[in-house]
């Protein structure tokens, strides 16, 4: 259910970004204010809610939490947001849906996990499902470059390792303490990356305003539920395809708010991916004949 729940709560990233970029906020702007304000707030609350404790981590989780913050959020935004920008929305989604894919052979690797084909045929379901919910199977290739299909495959790697990363950390460590350093490390990183101090005399009380919510909401909520729903999770390969309620809530909004339509690929997709979350949930019994 944290797991579910944060993929919701992400489904409502576009519709921030949106308001973001009507108030003038460039795509540095808005990934760096995203992880700056949710280090901001996740402190407070850690610190309203549990003192100086929230800032003790074992160093395991530590490390961990650097390569969150590098890697899941700091790369990973700066990928996803140059992917739409030379991909288009529907190209960048697609090929950023490796991530289950990514996701299943790094625990196999890393953590032994077996392949089964029960996970295999969610993995699939998945994939194909986020991939007509997106684009309600209408794909212009016409709209991606090189670089565009680029960092939309290393944004989707990026999310893939996301997991596999947060497998790494202490299971007995706080996630409010994981999510607090996480984010201070993913906005030293774009700090000094993308130095979006530069767009600073452009901000206005709209881009601050809406900037909050965007890291309050899809962002230090979001995050504190995952990293929760990671450690109660034993099976990493399952985390990505749970986190599809993503793309629902997305297409769900974006038919309710921006009154997009809701084709029959895109209703179709939504099944599928309803379909790959039930049957990653699902245990088989293997009947034994006598």
């Not at 993929?7 to 702007?29: D, H, Q, Y």
């Not at 900037?211 to 899809?218: C, D, K, M, V």
């Not at 390969?237 to 809530?249: D, K, M, Q």
Request: hydrophobic share 55%.
């Amino acid at each position: 259910m944290c797991i579910l729940g944060a993929g919701i709560l992400w489904g409502t990233v576009g519709l921030f970004v949106k308001r973001l970029n009507a108030c003038g906020a460039s795509p540095e702007m808005i990934s760096f204010l995203r992880v700056m304000f949710a280090a901001v707030i996740m402190t407070v609350i850690g610190l309203l809610r549990s003192g100086r404790k929230c800032f003790r981590v074992r160093r395991r989780t530590l490390a961990a939490c650097a390569l969150l913050g590098f890697v899941g959020q700091g790369i990973y935004n700066v990928f996803r947001s140059f992917a739409v920008i030379y991909a288009g929305v529907g190209v960048s989604t697609v090929l950023q849906n490796i991530a289950p894919a990514v996701t299943l052979l790094c625990s196999v690797r890393l953590f032994g996990e077996r392949i089964t084909l029960q996970k295999s045929a969610a993995v699939v379901l998945c994939i194909v499902g986020c991939a007509l919910a997106a684009t309600d199977g209408k794909l212009s290739s016409s709209l991606a470059s090189p670089a565009g299909i680029l960092f939309s495959l290393g944004a989707g790697l990026c999310f893939g390792l996301t997991p596999v990363f947060s497998r790494l950390a202490d299971e007995s460590d706080d996630p409010v303490s994981i999510c607090i350093f996480s984010f201070w490390f993913a906005a030293v990183f774009l700090g000094i990356w993308l130095r979006p101090w530069n767009g600073l005399p452009t901000v206005n009380t709209g881009i601050i305003g809406w900037g909050f919510l965007y890291a309050l909401i899809p962002t230090a909520l979001a995050y504190v539920l995952y990293y929760h729903g990671v450690q109660l999770i034993h099976e990493t390969g399952r985390i990505p395809v749970l986190g599809s309620t993503e793309t629902v809530a997305a297409v769900l909004l974006g038919c309710i708010v921006f009154r997009e339509t809701l084709g029959t690929g895109r209703f179709f997709g939504i099944v599928l991916v309803l379909c790959a979350i039930i049957l990653m949930n699902t245990r088989i019994k293997r009947r034994i004949a006598a």
